[in-house]
T-cell receptor, first 110, second 113 residues
Framework: EDKVVQSPLSLVVHEGDTVTLNCSYEVTNFRSLLWYKQEKKAPTFLFMLTSSGIEKKSGRLSSILDKKELFSILNITATQTGDSAVYLCAVLDSNYQLIWGAGTKLIIKP | NAGVTQTPKFQVLKTGQSMTLQCAQDMNHEYMSWYRQDPGMGLRLIHYSVGAGITDQGEVPNGYNVSRSTTEDFPLRLLSAAPSQTSVYFC????????????FGEGSWLTVV
């Protein structure tokens, strides 16, 4: 059975800290891996990763994929209170179905 | 451009009642889907559609029906509500081949008592 596992489930850090969120997957027909940020409402898209070893970067957020070890990480540097959210990882399979992880709840304390 | 519109935002139902969650998109997306999100479980696919007249079951379809008579609309019907269906429901649409352009509705919070 295809699955996506995120760790940790929750994380509390202080403003300014750097955090690393993990996403491992077992998906038979992998197409790409996606990261989303979810605050109080619907998820919003952050990154899509298709190739191993190529870092995607957007401001203080970056992500990389390892297709050999079947995982991805999402890094956030110099965290701010506005980064508090649930971060969701999902894998798109060859049938264009998204398989979602349970999410990591990130709390940034001022 | 309204994107994906879901209604209602909040609903309380009694066990056994039926209701329909409405979803409409104005982006001419071929692919639409319904998810439910429960604490600690991420998003789980209920039903999806790859185009008008075509629907298929996702991971957790029991207790729900869908139809896709037009490209724009994809309603989700709860046939006989149960407390286990208390959840947040998200409708989403996209061009089929592009997971990075999936658009979500704002969510519908449903409580079944």
């Amino acid at each position: 059975e295809d699955k996506v596992v995120q760790s940790p489930l929750s994380l509390v850090v202080h403003e300014g800290d750097t955090v690393t969120l993990n996403c491992s997957y077992e998906v038979t027909n992998f197409r790409s891996l996606l990261w989303y940020k979810q605050e109080k409402k619907a998820p919003t898209f952050l990154f899509m990763l298709t190739s191993s070893g190529i870092e995607k970067k957007s401001g203080r957020l970056s992500s990389i994929l390892d297709k050999k070890e079947l995982f991805s990480i999402l890094n956030i540097t110099a965290t701010q209170t506005g980064d508090s959210a649930v971060y969701l990882c999902a894998v798109l399979d060859s049938n264009y179905q998204l398989i979602w992880g349970a999410g990591t709840k990130l709390i940034i304390k001022p | 451009n309204a994107g994906v519109t879901q209604t209602p935002k909040f609903q309380v139902l009694k066990t056994g009642q039926s209701m329909t969650l409405q979803c409409a998109q104005d982006m001419n997306h071929e692919y639409m889907s319904w998810y439910r999100q429960d604490p600690g479980m991420g998003l789980r696919l209920i039903h999806y559609s790859v185009g008008a007249g075509i629907t298929d079951q996702g991971e957790v379809p029991n207790g729900y029906n869908v139809s896709r008579s037009t490209t724009e609309d994809f309603p989700l019907r709860l046939l006989s509500a149960a407390p286990s269906q208390t959840s947040v429901y998200f409708c989403a649409s996209s061009y089929r081949a592009a997971g990075n352009t999936i658009y979500f509705g704002e969510g519908s919070w449903l409580t079944v008592v």
